[in-house]
């Protein structure tokens, strides 16, 4: 299948500063990227969609000041937790959009990011 | 609104046995299902996908059985093997749109 990366696995940072993921799609190209939170024992929430070239589309309730993301390429899409606070602690991950011939499309997910704000 | 409802948030079986995982949606949108398999610590690995056009797909030791009327869907996972132990998630999407609304997830421990 295709293999999406994410960069840094893990990360711990001091309240107030931010920090950055890297999500990268490394076989194929992805016009479209997706973000999502995991908390402990809890499904996958949707926050944002990244889109390339265009601003992503924030879902509900999600902040586009506080999760900043950008897709400059058709590879790599960013999220940056602005002035992290312990309540941003959680395991972030990405997935692309994959377009098949003959068949819907499905999402491959990256490894995942685990953030911890002290 | 929970639209992907994955009832059982554990399921414990024994090694060589066969696994069923259920999933129950509400939004009669949805057209296309997934189920992906997920390691602590790891991001979700996609396991299988069934259309609503199907009512089954097989791939390996993996099958999706569909019931558009009862807006059911479940995974059978025969035999069960112990690295299938892991987090399973429902997830699903409608017609008009490719994002996914997934399900809390169930927990598979196959034992020795």
């Known amino acids: 299948g295709a293999v999406v990366s994410q960069h840094p696995s893990r990360v711990i940072c001091k309240s107030g500063t931010s920090v950055k993921i890297e999500c990268r799609s490394l076989?194929?190209?992805?016009?479209?990227m997706f973000w999502y939170r995991q908390f402990p024992k809890k499904s996958l929430m949707l926050m944002a969609t990244?889109?390339?070239?265009?601003?992503?589309?924030?879902e509900q309730g999600v902040e586009k000041d506080k999760f900043l993301i950008n897709h400059a390429s058709l590879t790599l899409s960013t999220l940056t937790v602005t002035s992290a606070h312990p309540e941003d602690s959680s395991f972030y991950i990405c997935?692309?959009?994959?377009?098949?011939?003959?068949?819907?499309?499905?999402?491959?997910f990256g490894p995942g990011t685990r953030l911890l704000v002290l | 609104d929970q639209q992907v409802k994955q009832n059982s948030p554990s399921l414990s079986v024994q090694e060589g046995r066969i696994s069923i995982l259920n999933c129950d949606y509400t939004?009669?949108?949805?057209?296309?299902f997934l189920w992906y398999k997920k390691y602590p610590a790891e991001g979700p690995t996609f396991l299988i996908s069934?259309?609503?056009?199907?009512d089954k797909n097989e791939d390996g030791r993996f099958t999706v059985f569909l019931n558009k009327s009862a807006k059911h869907l479940s995974l059978h996972i025969v035999p069960s093997q112990p690295g299938d132990s892991a987090v399973y998630f429902c997830?699903?999407?409608?017609?008009?749109?490719?994002?996914?609304?997934f399900g809390a997830g169930t927990t598979v421990t196959v034992r020795a």
């Open positions: 939004n009669s949108m949805f057209d296309y």
């Open positions: 997830a699903a999407s409608p017609s008009n749109d490719y994002k996914l609304s």
């Open positions: 076989d194929f190209q992805a016009t479209t």
């Open positions: 990244s889109n390339e070239g265009s601003k992503a589309t924030y």
């Open positions: 997935s692309a959009r994959y377009l098949t011939s003959g068949s819907r499309e499905t999402q491959y």
């Open positions: 069934i259309s609503s056009i199907k």
